[in-house]
């Protein structure tokens, strides 16, 4: 019987410990049956606490559609909801390995083999510089409260 490493748990199970998925090559999903299961019961509680679903991914920006609807993000460590993110965004920060090294590595290779001009450089790091003031501000305000 054929054997498979379910990327969730990481454990060697049959093939039938495997739901069919037409767009995986073996035509099985990567994920066994039993981490699907917990992982819908996870999504299902955090769903039910989440905010609204707001009209744009709050990664990129843009409106959800069709062709690009929103996607409950979440950390897989915590089991918290980060926010609504389109299928694109959290399709791409789960393949940068769902951590903010993995965005940064990817930040990293882009901009050193960039064209960037000097004039947009210092507008983008200083886009970065915001978003770390920010996480800093809010861990400030989080510590007073505890």
């Known amino acids: 019987m054929s054997r498979k490493i379910c990327v969730y748990c990481g454990k060697r199970k049959n093939n039938k410990s495997f ?8 035509r099985l999903d990567s994920r066994c ?8 019961k996870i999504r299902y509680k955090i ?14 920006h843009k409106l959800f559609s069709e062709k690009n609807s929103e996607r409950l993000d979440h950390c897989k460590k915590t089991k918290k909801f980060r926010g609504w993110a389109c299928d694109k965004c959290n399709t791409g ?12 590595n990817a930040f990293n290779y882009l901009l050193l ?34």
């Open 19 to 26: 739901s069919k998925h037409r767009g995986h090559k073996d």
């Open 33 to 40: 049956k039993s981490c699907v299961k917990k992982e819908t």
């Open 47 to 60: 769903r039910k606490k989440a905010p609204p679903v707001p009209n744009n991914c709050e990664c990129c």
């Open 93 to 104: 920060i789960g393949q940068l390995g769902d951590n903010i090294q993995g965005v940064l």
């Open 113 to 146: 083999r960039s064209d960037i001009s000097a004039d947009e450089l210092p507008v983008l790091i200083n886009g970065v510089v915001d978003s770390l003031n920010n996480l800093l501000s809010r861990q400030k305000d989080s510590s007073r409260v505890a």
